[in-house]
């Protein structure tokens, strides 16, 4: 009689937290605030996860799979700071998985989320901010068809007040949809008006130069980023910088249209955890804006691409 308990092997599991990379610790090319890694500058240990699950969710087939770019590590002074690997979105109305510059669609069937040829289920828990409020942070355990275990980071709407650990724990105990739980994929860098009245945490500050001088960018906790401008640019440019376990919020007080596509927006950089929830757009026109348009001129729009009129991306 065979004994299968001898045969049988243990299962394996993959985490992308940055205690899954410490060789990135090793690297002295971290030039950037933002450094994009692919799978040759990863060591053998940390590739060997990421290989997989490329393999598995089927993003390696993808025509556009980009190699390059399958990691995001923040640094200050050439030090790694963080190290963000693959994790859940919402893009729109579906569901992704992200890892570096890739993605690729989700499905949701029950309380199962399903990714190429990987099934996994989202796990909740609770963890406390510097002013001991709960928030809920959660993981998804996708399994391989040779019983492989891949523990991907869900990125959740804080900004959404329904959010807690209660309300995450009922949705997929009843099967509803998650998506509207999750936080938005970053993508293009937005103007500032974009966001709405509202206050809005933020996770790091990343600067660019381009030939209209140097331009900042604010990367909230939702994973959105916008262009500084007005007095939180006034405050970057006299070299603020965010200080470690300080927690640090954007507040827009108002935005004004005062003409064709041109606003003004009220806001400042606070140090403290954000007290009001976000709207949607509540913009005052002006007078002007509303029986002419402006016609802008040449020095208008250098203005507008130092803040954010050309918006780019970020690798995440």
């Known amino acids: 009689m065979v004994d299968f308990r001898a045969a049988k092997t243990k299962t394996k599991t993959y985490g992308f937290e940055p205690e899954n990379f410490p060789f990135i610790t090793l690297r002295e090319d971290l030039n ?14 940390e590739r060997e996860g990421l290989v997989k699950l490329l393999t598995y969710s089927v993003i390696a087939n993808c025509e556009d799979f980009n190699p390059e770019s399958v990691l995001l590590v923040k640094a200050i002074g050439g030090v790694p700071t963080g190290i963000y690997g693959p994790a859940i979105f919402r893009d729109g109305d579906s569901i992704i ?3 570096g510059d890739n993605q690729t669609s989700v499905t949701q069937d029950g309380d199962r989320l399903q990714v190429g040829e990987l099934k996994g289920k989202i796990s909740v828990s609770a963890s406390e901010d510097a002013s001991g409020k ?6 998804v355990s996708f399994v391989s068809p040779d019983k492989e ?9 804080i900004q959404n007040d329904a959010v807690t650990v209660g309300e995450l724990e009922a949705a997929i105990i009843n099967e509803e949809p998650i998506i509207a739980f999750l936080g938005q994929v970053p993508g293009q860098v937005l103007k500032m008006n974009d966001l709405g009245i509202g206050e809005f945490p933020i996770k790091a500050i990343s600067s660019t130069m381009s030939k209209y001088g140097e331009s900042w960018k604010l990367h909230l906790a939702d994973g959105r980023v916008v262009w500084a401008r007005g007095n939180s640019q006034l405050l970057l440019e006299a070299g603020y910088q965010m200080k470690p376990n300080v927690p640090l919020t954007l507040i827009i007080t108002e935005i004004e249209e005062y003409g064709d596509g041109k606003f003004k927006v009220t806001n400042a950089l606070r140090e403290r955890l954000p007290q009001l929830t976000g709207e949607v757009n509540p913009v005052v026109k002006t007078l002007e804006a509303q029986v002419s348009e402006v016609t802008e001129s040449d020095d208008e729009s250098e203005a507008e691409a130092k803040q954010g009129g050309n918006p780019d991306r970020i690798p995440f």
């Open 149 to 157: 275990i891949f523990k991907v980071r869900v990125s959740l709407d």
């Open 32 to 45: 950037e605030t933002w450094n994009n890694l692919g799978l040759t500058d990863l060591h053998d240990s």
């Open 134 to 139: 709960e928030y809920p942070t959660a993981t």
């Open 97 to 99: 998985l992200r890892v």
